[in-house]
Structure formats: structure tokens, C-alpha cells
């Protein structure tokens, strides 16, 4: 006798078989979803739709709109784009770091433009013939012996840290892959990208995201950020680390402190540099304005960066633009009735505007510090500057051109911070910047403001509405990019947020992202902060800066 399960979908109550998959079910409400189905969600635990359903409770199915969904449909999408460009070129990719709304992928073979528009051809034709995606699991030295039989050799690397008896892959076609995420269950459900040609050495794989709406979004080239990026890729070339398993190498030969000391020293250095440049324009530079996402370590570069100018001369000021918060019953509210306070409306622009300009043309001004705790502004600074003055300016709007447009540009220099993490888990298996400043923050969160875990976890995808509306889309205004990311800090973030991370009840609506990212840790020997400086821009999140 088959036993029937008691299920709740979107608000109807069912009995199903204990054989059905969720993806049979998923078919009775495909008609409710813009999009195709990618994966199910039971009891805030995410299931593959080839999965069978073997408890009650209350399930959900998720279009790409949904932020784990949209994982996964993109890790299907370069599963796709692997298998279509062996088919066509019988070459390989590699995928190396986010550029703008997309991937930016590496080929092993000269291209063109009539290479990828046949590329997107062929996918768009492996789409419509709606090929399985196979989830199998076999012992870890038989997938180590098959990516050696392929030359992969960042997946035997990969596995030579997983510690598992078994492991996943994934089987599309001939291939067999691994994969750092749940998969769709095939290609038909993988119809919405693009590809824009960049260089014969390369492209971009376009998405959508869950900020988007149903198009992909017409590709825009941000050569600084692609320059940085690429900086990045080829100080890691000369210390020979492209990905977690030759970090992980260095670790266990215990060499490890060398490799800080001179991530450290390269840093130090762009940051030098930065000041050098503003140093050379000091007549007509007379404001820095700095912004970045969450978790970027703009307090440690602002107290950097000002030692730097004062070693030349300079006698920087810092400002924060949050002082000029309106009063807390002021501030525009989001739709879910909450205060935005990364709204541009939160600010007094008026008078930050005003007392900035004041200050240029030498006045004496009173300026205010916010009491977040009365949620007013009172006024008890004030500021004359001199002739080697200069202001620094911190703050998310930082780089939006309706900032201080009563201020010629000539006068203000504008830096972009943020980590642009581009140490990935191998040749198909991306880090994102995104999850690298969310590890940070749980980090910092925990040390100094006494979230926990789950707070920073729930919080974190307004702070990413906030940066995708308010930050994002003037980075091209800045001067200069700076890249804070370390290419060592994850294992040291490891020892600080696996533990945390672990505390996560596995019935909380959490705990797949915690789970998420205890797994991608896993593939990273620890790392002890030790050797790492007191003046460090990673101190600021794990504690001991000599600038606190």
C-alpha cells in the first residue's frame, strides 16, 4: 500500500504519493509562475525537483526570483555554457569574477564575435532539446581519477580538500562536473541569458538577477573595475594561486605569513599610491569623498589614507555623511513601512551641501554629530579649514553626482572601495564579492555591534536592495577603484565565522544560507591573524586594529 503525504501549496492543502518528485508536483503550478520552476522549498530546507517528497509539511517552488533559486540557475547556466562550447570548440572556460550583470568568462581559444553569437545559438538549441541534469554520487577518488582523465586539474584540487567519502557531480550530456550549489534538473528551464563578446580571450555570460525585472539587462563594460580585476588575476598568477586548493597548498607547506605580509605590503601600496595622486592635485583637490558597499573597510582605508596625506603635508578632516541624517520622524519610509536610511532622501542635503561649501570658502562652521539614539543631529563641531586642509568625505552616496554638484569636479576625488574578491573555488566554482563582505559582517557584527548571526543573515538582503539602487550605479563616477580584498582573508574568516555560522537552528528560515556558506569554508584549510598587521584593513572586522 502506498502511503499518501499531507502537503500544503501555496495555501492548498494536498495528498500526494510518497513516490512523487516535487518537479511532478511542480507542474500543477507552473501556470501560477512567470518563469519555469527551479527549485523547491519544504519546511525552509531547499530540494532539488527530482527529489521525492517524503514528509508533510508546507511547500514552496521558486522561479530565478528567488535568491538561492537564482544560484542555482546560474550555476546551471554555466553548466550549460561549459558543455555547448565543448561541443561547438571542443575547448574549455573558465569563469573568473562578476562584471556588471554578469560573468566575465575566460577562453582556452581565441575567439570572435561569430564564435559566440554561434555559442548562443547552440545553447538557446540545448535549451529547447530540454537535456536532463543528472545528479549522481560517487566516491571522491573516482572523481578525482575522471577530472584527471579531463585535465581539470582545479577539480582534483578541489577534492583533494573534500573530505567526503562521496561527492556530488552532475551529469549533462557526456560531461560529469561539480558543482558548489543544488542544480535544475535540466536545460529547458535555463532560457533567459545573453552573451556579449568582450575580447578574443573572453566574454561575459549575461543573467537575470532578482533585482531585475523579466529581461536581461543590455550589458554596460566598466573597464576600471574590469582593469582591477584583472590586476587582482595577475598578482595571484605571479604568486601561483588561481584558486582555493593552491591557497590551500601554501597553508599546509606552513609558508602562509609570507604570502599576508606581501598581500599586506600591496595594499598598503595602492592605498600610497592613491594618496600620491591626490597629494600632486592638492590645489585644486580640496575634498575626497570614498564609498563602497557593506563590508568594504572604508573606516580602515579613510584612517589610512588621511596618514598617508599627512605624512605629505596634508591635514585631512573626516566627515561622515550619517551626521547628516534628518530627524528619525523624517526619514523616508520603505514600502514596507521601515525607515530607509539608504535612501539619498535620509540625508539633510541641503545642509551638507551648504556647510561643505562654506568650508571650502573658509568660513568657520558648526557641523553636527547624529545621535542615533535620540535620531537627531546636534551641534556641537566645529570646523575652519587651512590652506593644507582637505576634507574626507565617507558615506554610501558618496559617488552619486548629486552630492556636492554645487562643487566644480575638478575640486572633489572620488574612490570606490570594495573587496573584488577573485580567488575562486576553481575553474567553474565562483566566490562572490557578495558573499566575501557578508562573511565580514557576521564577523564584525558579532565583535562590535552584538548582532547575532541570524540578524546579520536577515538584514543583509535590504543592505544589498540599498547598495544595488544607491551605490552600484555610480561607480563609474569614481577617480580611482580601490581593491580590498585580501586573497588570503577567507581562510582567516574562516576560524573567526564557522562557528557562528554553526549556531544556526536547522529550523530556522537561515539556515540554508548558514549551511551555504559552511560548506564553501569547508574548501579552505584555516588561517591564523597572527602575522597579520595591527594596521590591516581585515583587523576591522576580526578585531585588534590599532585604529579602533
Known amino acids: 500500500m502506498i502511503e499518501n503525504i499531507k502537503v500544503t501549496v501555496m495555501g492548498e492543502e494536498k495528498e500526494v504519493s510518497k513516490n512523487t518528485t516535487y518537479l511532478e508536483l511542480s507542474r500543477m503550478y507552473q501556470s501560477s509562475f512567470k518563469n519555469p520552476i527551479i527549485i523547491a522549498k519544504q519546511n525552509n530546507q531547499y530540494k532539488e525537483l527530482s527529489e521525492k517528497i517524503d514528509e508533510d509539511g508546507n511547500i514552496e517552488f521558486c522561479d530565478y526570483k528567488d535568491r538561492e533559486a537564482n544560484r542555482i540557475y546560474l550555476n546551471g547556466l554555466v553548466y550549460l555554457t561549459i558543455y555547448a562550447f565543448k561541443d561547438l570548440y571542443g575547448g574549455k572556460i573558465r569563469v573568473k569574477h562578476s562584471l556588471d550583470k554578469g560573468l566575465y568568462v575566460e577562453t582556452d581559444i581565441k575567439i570572435d564575435e561569430e564564435k559566440i553569437s554561434f555559442l548562443k545559438k547552440r545553447m538557446h538549441e540545448l535549451v529547447a532539446m530540454n537535456l536532463p541534469i543528472d545528479k549522481i554520487n560517487v566516491d571522491r577518488l573516482d572523481a578525482i581519477k575522471y577530472f584527471k582523465s579531463i585535465n581539470d586539474e582545479s577539480k582534483v584540487g578541489l577534492m583533494k580538500y573534500n573530505t567526503n567519502t562521496y561527492v556530488t557531480l552532475y551529469k549533462l550530456g557526456n560531461l560529469y562536473n561539480f558543482f558548489f550549489s543544488n542544480m535544475p534538473t535540466s536545460t529547458g528551464v535555463l532560457n533567459s541569458f545573453d552573451l556579449k563578446y568582450l575580447s578574443e580571450d573572453g566574454f561575459v555570460l549575461l543573467f537575470p538577477t532578482v533585482y531585475m525585472d523579466d529581461s536581461i539587462k543590455e550589458y554596460v563594460h566598466h573597464p576600471k573595475i574590469f582593469e582591477v580585476f584583472s590586476e587582482y588575476?595577475?598578482?595571484?598568477?605571479?604568486?601561483?594561486?588561481?584558486?582555493s586548493y593552491s591557497l590551500n597548498e601554501l597553508v599546509s607547506s606552513g609558508n602562509i605569513g609570507n604570502l599576508i605580509r606581501m598581500d599586506e605590503t600591496l595594499q598598503s601600496n595602492r592605498l600610497l599610491n592613491i594618496a600620491k595622486d591626490i597629494y600632486s592635485k592638492k590645489d585644486k583637490i580640496k575634498i575626497?569623498?570614498?564609498?563602497?558597499?557593506?563590508?568594504?573597510?572604508?573606516?580602515?582605508?579613510?584612517?589610512?589614507?588621511?596618514?598617508?596625506?599627512?605624512?605629505?603635508?596634508?591635514?585631512?578632516?573626516?566627515?561622515?555623511?550619517?551626521?547628516?541624517?534628518?530627524?528619525?520622524?523624517?526619514?523616508?519610509?520603505?514600502?514596507?513601512?521601515?525607515?530607509?536610511?539608504?535612501?539619498?532622501?535620509?540625508?539633510?542635503?541641503?545642509?551638507?551641501?551648504?556647510?561643505?561649501?562654506?568650508?571650502?570658502?573658509?568660513?568657520?562652521?558648526?557641523?553636527?554629530?547624529?545621535?542615533?539614539?535620540?535620531?537627531?543631529?546636534?551641534?556641537?563641531?566645529?570646523?575652519?579649514?587651512?590652506?593644507?586642509?582637505?576634507?574626507?568625505?565617507?558615506?554610501?552616496?558618496?559617488?552619486?553626482?548629486?552630492i556636492l554638484a554645487s562643487i566644480p569636479r575638478e575640486n572633489k576625488y572620488k574612490i570606490y572601495i570594495s573587496p573584488l574578491t577573485g580567488l575562486n573555488l576553481d575553474n567553474h566554482n565562483r566566490i562572490s564579492t557578495t558573499d566575501n563582505r557578508l562573511l565580514r559582517r557576521i564577523v564584525r557584527d558579532n565583535k562590535t555591534r552584538g548582532y547575532g548571526v541570524v540578524e546579520t543573515i536577515k538584514r543583509w538582503p535590504e543592505v544589498r536592495k540599498g547598495e544595488e539602487k544607491y551605490i552600484f550605479p555610480y561607480q563609474d563616477e569614481a577617480d580611482c577603484i580601490f581593491n580590498s580584498a585580501f586573497i588570503y582573508e577567507l581562510g582567516v574568516l574562516k576560524t573567526y565565522v564557522e562557528p557562528l555560522l554553526y549556531s544556526v537552528d536547522s529550523n530556522s528560515q537561515y539556515y540554508n544560507e548558514a549551511k551555504r556558506l559552511i560548506n564553501m569554508l569547508k574548501m579552505f584549510l584555516p588561517i591564523p591573524s597572527e602575522d597579520i598587521p595591527k594596521d590591516s584593513l581585515l583587523r576591522e572586522f576580526i578585531g585588534g586594529s590599532c585604529f579602533n
Not at 588575476?233 to 584558486?243: R, T
Not at 532622501?345 to 562654506?358: G, N, R, S, V, Y
Open 233 to 243: 588575476h595577475d598578482w595571484a598568477k605571479l604568486m601561483n594561486i588561481d584558486n
Open 288 to 402: 575626497v569623498l570614498i564609498a563602497g558597499p557593506s563590508s568594504s573597510g572604508k573606516t580602515t582605508t579613510c584612517n589610512k589614507l588621511g596618514m598617508y596625506l599627512r605624512s605629505f603635508g596634508l591635514i585631512p578632516h573626516t566627515v561622515s555623511m550619517d551626521d547628516y541624517f534628518l530627524k528619525r520622524e523624517d526619514t523616508p519610509k520603505t514600502p514596507e513601512g521601515e525607515y530607509d536610511f539608504e535612501a539619498l532622501e535620509a540625508i539633510d542635503l541641503p545642509l551638507f551641501d551648504t556647510q561643505m561649501k562654506e568650508l571650502l570658502e573658509g568660513r568657520e562652521v558648526t557641523m553636527p554629530i547624529y545621535n542615533f539614539l535620540l535620531g537627531q543631529q546636534e551641534f556641537r563641531k566645529k570646523l575652519k579649514l587651512g590652506k593644507d586642509d582637505i576634507l574626507m568625505i565617507e558615506g554610501i552616496h558618496g559617488l552619486n553626482p548629486e
